[in-house]
């Protein structure tokens, strides 16, 4: 069983940068899928963006489309997030998640291991 741990959190000013890391235990890493999700106070947890086992296929919200890129070194047993132009609205605990398949995964409901998450604050 894959365990997760976020790093990277903090305070940023707007139009700013982070890089978030998700390092993942286990063996069998490379053959996950991987989902970056947040949740802001009093609100659900989203979608940011997602990529495949092989880190050749990515997908992103429409939110963060253009802004955050995702990418993962399965030697390294970690996924990155990294963010620019970041705006107060992106303001949330963010999330790294997993499931053992070899597709795209989007729904969060898709999704069986997760990390404790860091916190991402953006000041205006």
């Known amino acids: 069983q894959v365990q997760l741990v976020e790093s990277g959190g903090g305070l940023v000013q707007a139009g700013g940068s982070l890089r978030l890391s998700c390092a993942a235990s286990?063996?069998?890493?490379?053959?996950?899928?991987m989902g970056w999700f947040r949740q802001a106070p009093g609100k659900e947890r989203e979608f940011v963006g997602s990529?495949?086992?092989?880190?050749?296929?990515?997908y992103y919200a429409i939110a963060v489309k253009g802004r955050f890129t995702i990418s993962r070194d399965n030697a390294k047993n970690t996924v990155y997030l990294q963010m620019d132009s970041l705006k107060p609205e992106d303001t949330a605990a963010y999330y790294c998640a997993a499931r053992r398949t070899v597709g795209l995964v989007v729904d969060l409901k898709d999704y069986d291991i997760w990390g404790q998450g860091t916190q991402v604050t953006v000041s205006s």
């Open positions: 286990g063996r069998t890493f490379s053959i996950y899928a």
């Open positions: 990529i495949n086992w092989a880190g050749d296929a990515t």
